[in-house]
């Protein structure tokens, strides 16, 4: 039945089934049955004939393809489309062909259609079709298809997909203002509109782009309209002497008439009548064209080459051209004086490109005024080079290179601090070993030590930058161990000669053993001690022999060197008691027993020293470097006195030789030359102070190390300029004024007057005025306006000039005229009233007023010219000792400056003092910057008196604040609850325990002299122990108070003739741990040492047994570790870095009491040693560290107050307690190279003073020089900008009369259209369109193009919608929008349901909190829910959190009417689906139908009425809830989950 099989297989399995299932059903709908075909069979033709006429002939079948493949009824297929043909006809191919070669024709496509059913044309694709027959080659005739196909030649498409794109409409703006009719400009009013988008591809032409309405009001408006002034003509009469002449002056003419607004002429009154008499006669500047140079040669700006983007940037080729004439008058103006025109190659480049190269890090130092003794830094140059094609890097100025990109100059590296070497404390000493075999006997006839123990310590920190030196880091003790080899004797038991008791023999093994306790040859124990015998003489006691108690353990053999002993041999010794008296006689045993030690250490220690090492022995001497051996002299001393090495052990002897590298020397290597700089000077003159030069750089790349090649000295060079020109110097020559010359037909009014202008060189010389507007400016004028009095006017001289302010603000100041006297003058030139001579002003102060450059800048502490540092750690202080701030100290707090410049403005041309953009001043403010206090600690305590005694202990020491962090200061550490911060560290004191150690037993002093009970005594001590467990001396019994003393009597008993006696129990034996409950038992054992005679009573048992129970015989213990001491560093000394830290165990008992330790060693062994000892690392508190800041950059203003940056990196940021980074990376100062002058040239002015002319004009514009104030200034101060200097200041214009065509100027181009569809499926080629507008149509119709379009790539698409504003009393404003927000005709929306204007809802909403939608449907106000019936009509609006009633549903939005259609969809597809579900699981529980059935049955055999039951994979688990049938009725319920062929079913 498949039990056991993971579900997971089973769930893969259901699913594969479900998912088989409905590809099925699918299968079945769609193509279950279909036709199949054979192929084409070959052509036949009867008679064996060629040519067309052929047949081919196939088998057609209907075929059902699930489940089982199989041919089926032809009926079946009527579904599956039309039945294929069974024959067809064909060309039967010849052999020749003859004439019968044949061709496909191809028709022409038809126009895109789209599919039937197609809606969308934008998004479907359409289609195109055409004819396509076969044809003769020879006649054309068309034939079969098949005659074509016969030459394998196959058919080509009739049909193909194209896009079919909608028609465009125009789309066009909404319409302007009207326009005005208050000046009568035109006989009607207009408004305007825009195109947006062209139409195209058929769709809807545009609507008028101009709406218009008559005025009204203009009926009667008159219109002067003027013909253009004639060529202006030389004077005729030049010769004549008599009359001023001039060849730039001549005359000219016009003519003007008078007509009403709708073109009729009328009389010249009705437009003159209201003005000054019009000139139609003047004088005039006669022409003159502009003349230029030839074009020089070309010359190539960069090439045209390609970026790293891929981008091509073009190059050029550029030239220029002189000015030879500047124009006069009407003459033609200046052509373009410079050409640029773009390289044009097929051979593209990669363009130079620029990048930062970066030297050689520096070696790492300290930074000054750093706390971290372990952090230095390194700094390195940047170099900003252009790389060429070669991949050549040549350096440019750093303003070539990206800023953004610029490397950091600065870094922080690790160094070493001065720290003394510290070990840790000794290891124990080692087994006193044999340090040869071969040597040991050889070495014990000489009487020497054969042995040798030693102790290490490790090094736990390494000295560094002369720090204390490491001390020896082993000790080494000769001493005699136990022997290489030994005897090992096994005693047999002891055999009377006279049984039972009374002397006898005893038979013992001997064998030879080595340290590991092996047998070796007997030779080699024989050589060191005589073999023992096989046989040895023993005694077993009798009832009335004397009988004394086994050998006590070996005493403790003397530390000689620690008891000031003199070195010799050491004894140790062991006693035994009586335990009975013989009968008869003294007992003749011996109670005492003395042998010399089996160990013995020697006093004095051996250590290994070092000397340094030696130089590094390359393997390769020849080339110079790489690796090598090194080595250095390990000695063996006492004392500071050499002696052999033998005499240290051999197993801690430190390395002589070790692997070394030597490394490579590095040679200097630098850049290459930069290119030249310009020459310090164009020209030379002989005000040159100096001769001019240039220069160019080198820059050192690797610094040389390791003893390599050393830089060049010469990494800058300079070159004089020898061929340069002599510098020319120009100027404007200008000649007098002529006379005013007036037309030749006037004796009074306005005129021209003239001058020669040339340009001179400095010797006089005349020279191109090209080389005057370069190097002096804009040429004076050549002609000006004057005026000719006529007889009957007043005339007067100009005014003086003002007098001065003698007397300050406020006071008076004056200026006169005086009258021309002229033969006609009328006598109203006298009134003084209308013409007076003099004049008089106020004294004003405010003509130049002060406007500040800005704000203040921050405060700038420059750092000193001096230093050479390229860092900044924020750790330096600066303290005001006066009032006068001191000079900067380049640090980053102290005393600065703030700076900005004092600019001023005019408030009137009118002022005699200096021109304000050269009145620029500068004001300075000093400023402090708080320099930053740390947290300050107190120093540290004493370290505490070690607790312990003989084991480690921990120490303390604290330390306390005594003053808190100010301005950015290292704020204080950690402390506890009592305000202190504290360490520990470890203590290893002297071991000075005092214990009481008990002596042997004495003999047992009976009362009655022979047998009997009596008192056994020893002799208890108070000593001293050390750290190695060996007694140290005896000391005064109060230093042990406190401590149980052990008894020195206790009672004994001296066994009577016959009496039994036995030896003293044993120790109880150790209880297995861990301590149980009595599962265990622990063992003490006695001897018989002698048997009782038949009258005595027999000996007691020789061994007992007890329950090993916790607390009360057994203990447990296990090693505790202590917590961790203090992260220390450098012993202490430093606050920070890499240190050490340790803990130790503690031997506790299970009830957690602290024992000797050395009963865990005993117990359960030593504890583990890797855990004593932890590398660890206090971080340090690091201060922020910034660069240095850079250069002051240049000004970003080339005139005027500009701004002037630079900045600083963080090198480093802060960690901790350590000073955060200052908030200012970035420093900003205004600063002031020079006035700015630029050139100004005016709009031209009116083409007619009046609204009521029209025609044929004159406008004028001016250029001139103005300053930042936007007052006039020197010319000369502007720069020489020929295009401007050669700019013509007058032309002529045209004014159209209403009665002509007047059109708007052209709109600005539209966005580049396509629509969203189109966008959609990669649409990206649209147009972009303009459009003009007529506003007068005057007498003849416009025939002027009104819109214009063209092609353009399109980076978005352009969508319309409706849009709407707010509702206003029920009613709001609907327009037609692009997706930009414009605003466009109604049709561009044509394909959306356009918004309501009027708010109403039908039927009214009634209900209380009930409001009409923008849909026109009801909802609610805020915080109302909408409840709607079963139908989703809005009944009522209920509060939040109230409870519905019984019929009514809940809706929280209008919105969420239309998702209940989606939910009512999405429950029906789910119906839907489950029905599908079902369907399938029906489908597979047919294959297990049966089985199931028999499972079942099984089942109810063993579970019997159980009314809930679960098979599971390898049991069967049975829950049985209740045994009465009854209960059945009540749960009906009966779940089976069992496991059939990996699949598990759940059947409800």
């Known amino acids: 039945m498949g039990y056991g099989k993971p579900q997971m297989t089973s769930l893969i399995v259901h699913s594969s089934l479900l998912l088989s299932f409905l590809a099925s059903l699918t299968q079945s709908v769609n193509g279950q049955y279909r036709w199949r075909t054979d192929p084409w069979s070959e052509c036949r033709k009867p008679s064996g004939t060629c040519g067309p006429g052929g047949l081919q002939t196939r088998y057609v079948w209907c075929e059902k393809s699930y489940p089982v493949v199989q041919v089926v009824p032809r009926a079946l297929c009527s579904d599956a489309g039309h039945e294929p043909r069974k024959e067809q006809s064909c060309y039967k191919v010849c052999d020749p062909i003859g004439d019968y070669r044949v061709k496909w024709v191809e028709g022409r496509w038809s126009e895109c259609e789209v599919e039937n059913g197609g809606k969308d044309c934008a998004r479907n694709l359409g289609f195109q079709t055409r004819d396509v027959y076969c044809a003769y080659m020879s006649t054309g005739e068309r034939t079969d298809d098949s005659v074509c196909e016969s030459f394998m030649q196959n058919k080509p498409p009739t049909r193909q997909p194209c896009e079919y794109n909608c028609p465009q409409n125009c789309v066009v703006g909404e319409f302007s203002e009207w326009s005005s009719c208050d000046d009568c400009r035109f006989l009607n009013r207009s408004r305007t509109r825009d195109i947006i988008v062209p139409n195209n591809r058929g769709g809807k032409p545009c609507p008028p782009f101009f709406e218009m309405s008559p005025c009204s009001n203009c009926s009667n408006k008159y219109f002067l309209n003027f013909t253009p002034w004639t060529y202006c003509q030389p004077f005729t009469d030049s010769y004549n002497s008599r009359i001023p002449y001039n060849p730039h002056i001549g005359n000219q003419e016009r003519s003007f008439d008078c007509f009403n607004i709708r073109g009729q002429k009328e009389e010249l009154s009705k437009c003159t009548g209201k003005f000054q008499p019009i000139a139609y006669r003047q004088s005039c500047i006669i022409s003159q064209d502009c003349v230029l140079g030839p074009w020089q040669e070309l010359t190539t700006i960069n090439q045209t080459c390609v970026t790293e983007n891929n981008v091509v940037k073009s190059g050029y080729l550029y030239r220029k051209r002189e000015v ?163 005897w090992h004797i096994t005693k047999g038991t002891c055999s009377p000669q006279h049984p039972p008791c009374g002397p006898g023999v005893a038979y013992q093994t001997v064998y030879c053993f080595n340290q590991n306790r092996t047998r070796v040859s007997d030779r080699l124990c024989a050589e060191l001690k005589e073999e023992p015998p096989s046989r040895v003489q023993c005694v077993v006691s009798c009832e009335d022999d004397c009988v004394v108690s086994e050998w006590s353990p070996w005493s403790e053999c003397p530390r000689i060197c620690q008891n000031n002993v003199m070195p010799g041999t050491a004894i140790r010794h062991r006693t035994r008691t009586l335990l009975a008296k013989a009968a008869i006689g003294n007992c003749q045993a011996s109670l005492r027993e003395q042998a010399e030690c089996p160990t013995v250490i020697e006093c004095d220690t051996y250590m290994w020293q070092t000397e340094p090492w030696g130089r590094c022995e390359l393997d390769s001497p020849i080339r110079g470097c790489g690796r090598g051996v090194r080595s250095r002299i390990v000695g063996c001393y006492n004392n500071r006195t050499s002696v052999s090495d033998i005499n240290c052990a051999m197993e801690v002897k430190p390395l002589d030789r070790d692997v070394c590298t030597v490394p490579c020397a590095e040679d200097c290597k630098v850049s290459i030359w930069s290119a030249w700089s310009e020459c310090s000077a164009s020209c030379t003159s002989a005000n040159t102070p100096a001769n001019p030069s240039k220069s160019r750089k080198r820059y050192i790349l690797i610094h040389p190390k390791n003893g390599g090649a050393l830089c060049p000295n010469l990494l800058t060079e300079i070159k004089v300029c020898l061929d340069l020109p002599v510098c020319n110097q120009y100027q404007w020559n200008v000649s007098d004024w002529s006379e005013c010359l007036l037309h030749r037909q006037e004796k009074c009014g306005r005129g021209l007057k003239a001058r020669n202008v040339t340009c001179l060189l400095n010797d006089g010389s005349v020279s191109p005025i090209n080389n005057c507007l370069i190097s002096v400016g804009q040429m004076p004028p050549v002609a000006e306006r004057c005026y000719v009095a006529c007889e009957d006017e007043c005339l007067f001289t100009d005014w003086t000039p003002w007098t001065k302010c003698l007397q300050g603000c406020g006071s008076k100041r004056f200026r006169q005229r005086r009258p021309k006297v002229g033969e006609k003058a009328p006598p109203e030139c006298s009134d003084l009233t209308k013409y007076p001579r003099y004049e008089q002003d106020v004294c004003h102060c405010d003509l130049i007023k002060e406007e500040l450059g800005g704000d203040f800048s921050e405060c700038i502490l420059d750092p000193p010219k001096t230093s050479s540092g390229l860092l900044r750690p924020i750790t330096t202080s600066s303290k005001r000792d006066k009032q006068e701030p001191p000079k900067d100290d380049g640090m980053s707090c102290g005393w600065g400056q703030k700076i900005r410049y004092v600019a001023c403005q005019s408030s009137s041309a009118a002022t005699n003092l200096k021109r304000c953009t050269e009145a620029v001043n500068l004001e300075v403010k000093h400023c402090n910057i708080p320099c930053p206090n740390d947290c300050k600690m107190a120093q540290w305590s004493e370290w505490s008196k070690c607790p312990s005694k003989c084991r480690p202990g921990i120490q303390k020491r604290s330390r306390y604040i005594e003053q808190l962090n100010s301005a950015g200061g290292r704020q204080c550490p950690s402390l506890d609850s009592t305000q202190t911060e504290t360490q520990t560290r470890l203590c290893h004191p002297e071991c000075s325990l005092y214990m009481w150690k008990a002596y042997e037993w004495g003999m047992c002093d009976s009362m009655s002299l022979s047998c009997g009970d009596g008192i056994q005594k020893r002799v208890v001590n108070c000593v001293t122990v050390n750290i190695n467990g060996d007694t140290t001396g005896i000391t005064s019994e109060e230093n042990c108070a406190g401590q149980v003393k052990p008894h020195d009597e206790q009672p004994c008993r001296l066994a009577c003739v016959g009496e039994c006696v036995m030896s003293d129990w044993s120790e109880w034996t150790e209880c297995p741990r861990p301590c149980s409950r009595g599962l265990y038992q622990q063992t003490r054992t006695r001897k018989i040492m002698r048997h009782a005679s038949e009258y005595n009573p027999r000996c007691g048992e020789t061994d007992q047994h007890r329950d090993c129970i916790i607390d009360i015989n057994c203990v447990d213990y296990h090693w505790v570790w202590m917590p961790w001491t203090s992260c220390l560093i450098n012993n202490g000394q430093d606050e920070c870095g890499r240190g050490l830290q340790e803990r130790f165990p503690v031997c506790r008992t299970h009830n957690e009491v602290d024992v000797d330790d050395r009963i865990c060693d005993k117990v359960i062994g030593p504890a583990e040693q890797s855990q004593r000892m932890n590398d660890c690392e206090v971080p340090c508190d690091v201060d922020c560290l910034v660069s240095d800041w850079s250069e002051w950059s240049t000004c970003s203003q080339t005139c005027g107050i500009g701004k002037s940056t630079r900045d600083r990196a963080i090198v480093e940021q802060y960690t901790g307690n350590g000073r955060k980074c200052p908030p200012d990376l970035t420093q900003t100062k205004p600063c002031y190279l020079k006035g700015c002058y630029r050139w100004n040239i005016s709009d031209w002015s009116l083409c007619m003073p009046q609204t009521s002319m029209c025609g044929v004009g004159i406008q004028t514009r001016n250029v001139s020089c103005l300053g930042d104030d936007g007052l006039p200034a020197d010319p000369e101060k502007c720069p020489a900008d020929l295009e401007i200097l050669v700019l013509k200041t007058e032309q002529k214009c045209r004014v159209l009369c209403p009665w002509e065509c007047v059109l708007t100027e052209w709109s600005e181009w539209s966005k580049c259209f396509v629509n969203c569809a189109d966008f959609a499926i990669g649409a990206t080629q649209g147009r972009t369109s303009r459009s003009r507008a007529i506003i007068s149509q005057g007498l003849q119709p416009c025939n002027d193009k009104l819109w214009e379009s063209k092609v353009c790539p399109a980076r978005e698409c352009t969508d319309f919608v409706w849009m709407a504003s707010p509702w206003t009393n029920g009613r709001r404003r609907v327009s037609c929008q692009t997706s930009d927000g414009i605003t466009v005709n109604e049709e561009a929306c044509h394909d959306s349901i356009r918004l309501s204007e009027v708010l109403s809802c039908d039927p009214p909403c009634q209900g209380d909190h009930m409001i009409c939608n923008d849909t026109n449907t009801c909802g609610c106000e805020a915080e109302f829910s909408v409840v709607t019936n079963t139908f989703g009509k809005v009944v009522a609006c209920m509060h939040q959190n109230t409870t519905l009633s019984i019929g009514a549903q809940k809706k929280d939005s209008e919105s969420d009417i239309e998702t209940n259609y989606w939910m009512y969809a999405v429950v029906a597809a789910g119906t839907l689906f489950i029905v599908f579900v079902a369907l399938a699981l029906y489908h597979m529980s047919r294959s297990v139908m049966k089985e199931r059935a028999s499972m079942r049955q099984l089942m109810i055999k063993r579970c019997g009425s159980m009314d809930t039951m679960t098979v599971t994979h390898d049991k069967l688990d049975i829950r049985s809830h209740s045994s009465d049938p009854s209960d059945l009725t009540k749960k009906s319920t009966v779940v089976v989950t069992y496991s059939i062929n990996d699949e598990d079913e759940k059947v409800v």
């Open 324 to 486: 030879i004439q500047i124009p006069l008058g009407d003459g033609k103006p200046c052509d373009p004086l410079e050409e640029y025109s773009p390289i044009l190659s097929s051979q593209k480049f990669n363009c130079p490109r620029t990048q930062w190269i970066m030297s050689d890090w520096s070696e790492c130092k300290p930074i000054h005024g750093h706390k971290q003794c372990n952090t230095g830094i390194q700094q390195l140059h940047i170099i900003c080079v252009q790389i060429d094609q070669n991949g050549k890097q040549t350096p440019v100025d750093e303003s070539e290179c990206s800023p953004e990109k610029r490397p950091l100059t600065s870094r922080t590296c690790p160094t070493q601090c001065k720290t003394d070497c510290t070990v840790s404390i000794w290891s124990q000493w080692s087994q006193c070993k044999v340090t040869d075999c071969d040597s040991y006997v050889r070495r014990r006839r000489n009487n020497k030590k054969t042995g040798q123990r030693y102790r290490t310590r490790m090094v736990t920190t390494d000295p560094a930058q002369g720090g204390q030196a490491c001390p020896h880091l082993s000790e080494t003790q000769n001493c005699d161990p136990e022997p290489c080899y030994k």
